[in-house]
């Protein structure tokens, strides 16, 4: 079991995009069934020109070139619904476990955990790892040491590392947006999010920037843009537009993307 939480690297250089000293970043543009052993799920890369991506994995087909790639599934489906443990623990412990589940190991590295404890009082941990399972008790790692003893009867959920199952659900309001795919996977193919800086993705069916103050865009439930103020205020944030075209046409859709630093 490798436990151990999300890497980032910081892929200085001299120079940017083109430069002659500059980094070799061709591998987030990879998709691949075979994880790249440099890289676990959530491992997150910055290029120096502000561009953020993370280490994803598909868990459908679909998934679109320019198109919003979203968390997908619900709570039962790739993490651990609200219920207590398999057992109590005390202050200090680095773990507990859950009965009645099926994991791979280290499978939740990179989630997160919330612990309900006595007195309406919460502790919040970040998953370094767990034990496999196959229908029976699996062990849960944390980056911390409980600071409240965990009763039996008390409530745990369990988020999944977010980037564990990404997918493409279309025109459903309940999945957010995790990033843009830099290559477009198959099904169970590990590849890479961009989450923050310029980007091109899909206007949809009707532009953007063509109208005074139509900047701020937001994410459809396809996946692809959409202008704010139109009353889409309470839909996921995707950025705002970096460019413009003449008065009354839309801009080119390249985006400054504020999904995650």
Known sequence: MSKGIAKVDYLHGPGLIGHSNAPNWDFLYEHSSVKNPKYNIG?????????????????????????????????????????SPAAAE?????????????FAVDELRGGYCCLYTASSTYQQFGIVGNSAASASTV??????????????????????????????I????????????????????????????????????????GAATERTLIFWTDGQLRVA????????RAGFLMTRDALGTDSPPFLMLQISV
């Open 90 to 102: 005390i202050a200090g412990a680095k773990s507990f476990t859950v009965a009645n589940q099926t």
């Open 139 to 168: 062990t849960i790692y944390l980056d911390h040491p409980m600071t409240t003893a965990l009763g039996a009867t008390n409530g745990i959920e369990v988020l999944p590392n977010p980037c564990r199952y990404l997918t493409y």
């Open 229 to 236: 103020s139109d009353g889409y205020d309470s839909m996921q």
């Open 170 to 209: 279309n025109d459903v309001d309940y999945n957010s947006v995790a990033g843009i795919p830099v290559s477009v996977p198959a099904s169970g193919e590990y590849f890479w999010i961009q989450t923050w800086g310029p980007v091109w993705c899909n206007p949809g069916p009707y532009g953007q920037g």
């Open 43 to 83: 491992d997150r890369v910055v290029l120096p020109d502000g561009r953020v991506f993370r280490y994803a994995k598909a868990a459908s087909a679909n998934i679109e070139a320019g198109k919003g790639v979203k968390f997908g599934g619900t709570m039962a489906d790739d993490g651990i619904a609200l219920c």
